[in-house]
Every structure is written in C-alpha cells, then in structure tokens.
C-alpha cells in the first residue's frame, strides 16, 4: 500500500503526555499478524483505549470529546521506541494520524514512518509542554504543517520551524515508500542490466533453457 502524499495538513491536535511510549503501546503484539488491508485503526493503543472487556476508557485522550477525529499526536519524549514492527506506524496512519509532534523518536520507529507517509517533527521539550496544556484546555484545536515550507503552528501560535533531512521530505512530500523510490530508477536499472549482459554474454548461456521467463 502506497503512502499518501504529505504536502499540507490542518487537523485536530490531541495532547498526548505519555514519555517512552513504545510500539507495544501503540499496538500490542498480539495484533501484529493482522493482513494490512484489514486496516489496523482499531488496534491502535488497544490496551490504553480499551479496557480488558473492550469498553473504552473514558479518560484515554482519543476517546474524550474533541479528540477522537485528532489527525497530529503532540507527544513527549521517546515517541515508538522498542521493537521494530512497522505495524505501529499502520495504526496511527490507518486511525488517521499523519503527523506526530515529538521531543525524540526511536530509531527504527523514524524509518518506517516515512514508508507510510507519516511525518514526525522534533521540537523543544519545553514548546511542546505549553502545547499540550493548551490542547488539553481547549479540545477541537488545529495544528496546521506544512512540509513544503517546514513550518507548523497551532491556531493561537506562531508558525515553528521544523527541520527534517532533504531525501525524507521528497519522500513525504511525492508518497514514495523504499518500492516507489527504487521504481524511478526502472529505465536507469534496464539500461544497466542490458548493458552488463552484453559485457557479460556468458551469463546468458543456457539461461533461457532453465528460465523460459527470462528475457
């Protein structure tokens, strides 16, 4: 599945207080085997949401009125630690989140949220405290991003520059994941699969005979 491309995004906020949320926490294992066209939005913090019935959690921030349709998480430190599984980054895209807002991220969790199309900024512990209180006061805020620009701003808020690596903005902004990056070099790969062949005739020897499919 193809991420979307990011370009602008105006979506309600939600406040997110959480340090060192890992990706258990934002999908618990159990869940991970899923098929992706199943679609994931469910799953999200199940544990955190839902109590061990199913019954949502009242006081959950993405079960509280103004909250629910939230399209950018502000969050705390340590955003996606832990494992690997890129299914963590599938539920938040899947629920609707394209934008999370963060002091730090782990590692391995950043990678695989630009192959979805989610965007994370890092900014100043301090600017994002003040940020959530705000959200938390007021439900229903929007954040505006907007990649082009690297800019962000809530609506009472002066736009905040963000900063993010050149090849993973083009991604972001064109919706390539790692498949769709490697296809814009199609032409440039046959030319150099042609052109070794032909340096290399041996290797052809016989190869259609075991591999009819192989032109």
């Known amino acids: 599945m193809s991420p979307r491309p990011f370009t ?6 939600a406040p997110f207080d959480y340090p060192s949320v890992d990706t258990d926490q934002i999908i618990p294992v159990r869940y991970i085997r899923t098929p992706r066209a199943q679609g994931y939005e469910t799953m999200l913090f199940r544990d955190l ?12 921030v993405l079960n509280r009125p103004g909250f629910r349709d939230a399209g950018v998480l502000v969050a705390n ?8 599984r890129e299914q963590a980054v599938w539920a938040l895209v899947d629920y609707g989140i394209r934008c999370v807002i963060a002091v730090s991220f782990g590692d391995i969790f950043a990678n695989n949220a630009v192959n979805h199309g989610l965007l994370l900024i890092r900014e100043d512990a301090a600017m994002l405290t003040a940020t959530r209180a705000m959200l938390d006061r007021s439900p229903g805020i ?5 990649l082009e620009a690297q800019k962000w701003h809530a609506d009472c808020q002066a736009p905040r520059h963000f900063e993010i690596e050149p090849a993973r903005k083009q991604r972001l902004l064109s919706g390539l994941d790692e498949i769709g990056l490697t296809e ?4 440039d790969i046959q030319r150099f699969e042609t052109d070794y062949r032909s340096r290399r005739s041996w290797l052809n020897i016989g190869s259609e005979s075991r591999h009819p499919s192989v032109k």
Do not use: H, K, M, Y
């Open 49 to 60: 949401r839902f109590d061990p019935a199913g019954n949502e959690r009242a006081s959950f």
């Open 77 to 84: 430190t340590d955003f996606g630690t832990g494992s690997s």
């Open 142 to 146: 929007l954040i505006q991003v907007d």
């Open 8 to 13: 602008v995004l105006q979506a309600v906020a």
């Open 184 to 187: 814009r070099f199609r032409d």
